[in-house]
């Protein structure tokens, strides 16, 4: 059903290697598929399995990071990392869209990019990966994907898009714009370069390991530069 040079290249990305693909194949049946004469399982049993896998791995993570945090931080922390918007993000830098099994109807609508599809197969990957190797793979495949996000401290890092649009907007400038530079290094570990354009500003560049950590290195870096101060952590 699907081409295994395909498994490959996303076995690459996850930085884990299957030792049955048909888990992994399963992942990416979506529930449209359902009924078909080919398909037999679809991957929402994988997506139950793989929520909590990665709650309990981002728990973990979120733990070992801020021993001294308190319940209620603990929790905002580990609520940003584990919803669907969260997951989308981190599926859509995978490049898990491309490799998704859907039905015809679902295709024509653009499953591929909504972002509930995406947040669902993203667990139901970390489903296959621990019923094909248990959990401390399926846990190190969440670090190695979460890990720019964890990098970033979560909530407890200032949004500098956020910071930066405010700001712009505040002096009637043109709504920051966000133009991706290069993509270098292999798939399972590449390194973004963006480049933040505001009308009327000189532009400014940032590094990151996913697309969403450079634009925020991009946006902090104009801000420093503008001379924005009290509004950026000291942790970038």
């Known amino acids: 059903m699907f081409k295994a040079r395909k498994y490959k290249d996303l076995e690459q990305r996850l930085g884990h290697r299957f030792k049955n693909q048909e888990w992994l194949e399963r992942a990416l049946i979506h529930a449209s598929m359902r009924g078909g ?7 929402e049993r994988l997506e139950f399995i793989g929520d ?3 709650g309990l791995a981002i728990v973990e993570a979120v733990s070992l990071a801020l021993p001294d945090a308190r319940e209620g931080e603990l929790a905002r ?3 940003g990392l584990v919803k669907g918007e969260t997951c989308a993000i981190v599926a859509r830098e995978l490049g898990l869209g491309e490799f998704m099994i859907l039905s015809e109807s679902e295709e ?18 970390l489903g296959a990966v621990f019923m094909d190797a248990g959990f401390d793979p399926a846990r190190d495949v969440v670090l190695h994907l979460w890990q720019p996000l964890l990098d970033e401290r979560g909530s407890q890092q200032i949004d500098a898009k956020s910071v930066l649009q405010e700001w712009a907007q505040g002096r009637g400038l043109s709504l920051p714009r966000y133009v991706e530079l290069s ?3 292999p798939d399972h570990a590449p390194k973004f ?8 500003c000189d532009p400014a560049i940032g590094h990151g390991r996913s697309k969403r950590q450079a634009e925020q290195v991009a946006a902090r870096t104009l801000l420093e530069r503008e001379g924005v101060v009290g509004v950026l952590n000291d942790d970038q």
């Open 193 to 200: 370069t963006t480049e933040v354009r505001i009308k009327g």
């Open 77 to 79: 922390r580990y609520n």
């Open 183 to 185: 993509r270098d290094g």
């Open 108 to 125: 024509s609508s653009g499953g591929r990019k909504k972002a509930t599809i995406l947040a669902d197969a993203i667990e139901a990957v």
């Open 52 to 54: 909590r896998v990665l």
């Open 37 to 43: 004469r080919m398909v037999k399982h679809d991957n």
